[in-house]
């Protein structure tokens, strides 16, 4: 139980002393309310109003983590196809998750959410 104390008692020190040194030798920088405001791409900062974002940038990115994630799904399928053992299950998973990619693309196409203007 000491022991655990002690380690307690070092780890927090060291902590404090890294702390009190970030504070000592850290640039004191002037920051304006340039600095202060997150970085939005494309949007200029300075205005005080709010502009919309655009959803298609919403809807490419959810598109294309959905690829991906299947992708990623068929890609471990490759190594059990060089097995040789079960060779009707991968055909039929492999064809599954494959039309599972043409549904969704088939989806995203019937919606227009391929489409950038209108």
Do not use: A
């Not at 299950?89 to 995203?108: A, D, K």
Request: glycine share 2%.
């Amino acid at each position: 139980m000491i022991k655990f104390i002690m380690f307690l008692m070092i780890l927090m020190s060291i902590s404090l002393i890294m702390l009190l040194l970030n504070y000592i030798f850290s640039k004191k920088m002037l920051m304006n309310r340039e600095k202060k405001t997150p970085f939005e791409c494309g949007f200029s900062p300075i205005s005080k109003k709010r502009q919309p974002f655009s959803i298609h940038f919403f809807l490419i990115s959810l598109i294309f983590l959905i690829f991906d994630i299947e992708l990623t799904v068929l890609i471990p399928l490759i190594p059990s196809f060089m097995m040789k053992k079960n060779l009707s299950m991968w055909v039929s998973s492999s064809i599954l998750i494959i039309l599972i990619l043409i549904f969704g693309t088939i989806l995203e196409w019937s919606e227009n959410s391929f489409k950038w203007f209108k």
